[in-house]
């Protein structure tokens, strides 16, 4: 699992990109923040996910790329990965003295961004979810799928995280499971979709807060997207977990189980659409 340093959403282009009202509020909440504080220091995951109750991704990347160009932002970059892979700290123009908040920052974003720790954080989320499902009667009978019964996926080398079956109407669902502060890929979705149409099973997506355009692609394809807020890490990182909180400002947790409601609303919707 990557937690995502691709802050560019798929669907930005530049080229094709009008300023709107979300755009220009989008803005304007940015330099509020900042207005607070000139000597506050974020990155541009960190904003995009602060706002995205409020805007989708891609939206405050482009407000935030609007700032840099007005020179009311400067862009300061940091590697923070062995190969170079780098993330963008955003500084106020007035603020000469960026350097220590930021490598506390980095300290952190290291941390949380070691292999070791990514692919905890994937695993547990699937075991949490599988399990909770399981509870429901919606059985995991194989991972990473691409043959399912008699109808085999040949077009790529993508699967399935998971096939789950209730049994007791026997429905089945492919099942992909994205434990990221990023979005999904559009085209990596799509293509799961169409992995889905040709095994002749639902689409479940279980996703970290994507935006309301993905739930709809998903629920036009006869699907379902369950949604959680927090990153899910592993029980032992809650030292982790309570940095990467206080320090970061992001919503990450350890949990024991996944909650109730979150595989409730799953249930009733599967229930009602046996009857539509």
């Known amino acids: 699992m990557s937690d995502g340093f691709n802050e560019i959403a798929e669907s930005y282009k530049p080229e094709l990109y009008k300023p709107d009202v979300f755009f220009l509020q989008a803005k304007e909440d940015i330099k509020s923040l900042y207005e607070e504080d000139r000597g506050k220091v974020f990155y541009i995951r960190q904003l995009q996910v602060k706002f995205e109750k ?48 930021i490598n506390e920052s980095t300290k952190i974003i290291v941390e949380y961004s070691q292999d070791n720790i990514t692919r905890s954080c994937g695993h547990r989320a699937e075991d949490l979810f599988a399990l909770a499902l399981a509870g429901r009667r919606f059985i995991p009978v194989n991972k990473k799928v691409k043959e399912y019964k008699d109808k085999i996926w040949t077009k790529s080398d993508h699967d399935l995280d998971y096939v789950f079956e209730n049994k007791e109407d026997g429905i089945s669902y492919g099942c992909e499971i994205k434990n990221t502060l990023g979005y999904i890929e559009k085209e990596e979705l799509e293509i799961k979709l169409e992995i889905c149409n040709t095994l002749s099973i639902r689409p479940l997506f279980i996703l970290r807060y994507p935006p309301k355009t993905y739930i709809e692609l998903v629920r036009q394809a006869g699907g379902y997207v369950m949604v959680f807020v927090c990153q899910i890490y592993e029980l032992s990182q809650d030292k982790l977990v309570k940095k990467i909180r206080e320090k970061i400002g992001l919503p990450v947790d350890a949990p024991k189980a996944i909650p109730e409601g979150i595989i409730n609303r799953f249930e009733k919707w599967h229930k009602r659409s046996l009857n539509q």
Request: glycine fraction near 2%; charge should be positive; hydrophobic fraction near 30%.
């Open 54 to 101: 409020k805007y989708f991704h891609w939206i405050t990347y482009n407000a935030i790329k609007s700032l840099i160009s007005e020179k009311y932002l400067k862009s300061v970059p940091v590697p923070v990965t062995s190969s170079g892979t780098e993330i963008q700290f955003l500084v106020h123009y007035s603020n000469r003295y960026p350097k220590r908040d």
